[in-house]
Nanobody, 121 residues
Framework: QVHLVESGGDLVQPGGSLKLSCAASGFSLGNYGIGWFRQAPGKELEGVSCISGRDEEYYADSVKGRFTISSDNAKQTVYLQVDNLTSEDTAMYYC???????????????WGSGTQVTVSS
């Protein structure tokens, strides 16, 4: 059974950093893609980044240069390093499973329950 658990969200000041984790179980991480998504209050779900089993990566324009995705297949965990945070990054962050690397929510097969990132002074 596929299971995804996010962690690492917190309240941080503008300009701060966090490292989000997505712990995966029930499948071999190296054979699939994992995407990170976020949803702010009143806004649509947004594909932020993804990584495939062949380490192909995608970043939304809004996070390029500030967010870095990585995968540790031995630990069955995908990370999202988020740097230089702004209030616009405040959202619930979710990881999701798909076959390759897709930023489209409709392409995802399974979702975690999310971790909250709040950027505020």
């Amino acid at each position: 059974q596929v299971h995804l658990v996010e962690s690492g969200g917190d309240l941080v000041q503008p300009g701060g950093s966090l490292k989000l984790s997505c712990a995966a179980s029930g499948f071999s991480l190296g054979n699939y893609g994992i995407g990170w998504f976020r949803q702010a209050p009143g806004k649509e779900l947004e594909g932020v980044s993804c990584i495939s089993g062949r380490d192909e990566e995608y970043y939304a324009d809004s996070v390029k240069g500030r967010f870095t995705i990585s995968s540790d297949n031995a630990k069955q965990t995908v990370y999202l390093q988020v740097d230089n945070l702004t209030s616009e990054d405040t959202a619930m962050y979710y990881c999701a499973l798909n076959g390759l690397c897709s930023p489209k929510p409709s392409d995802q097969a399974s979702w975690g329950s999310g971790t909250q990132v709040t950027v505020s002074s």
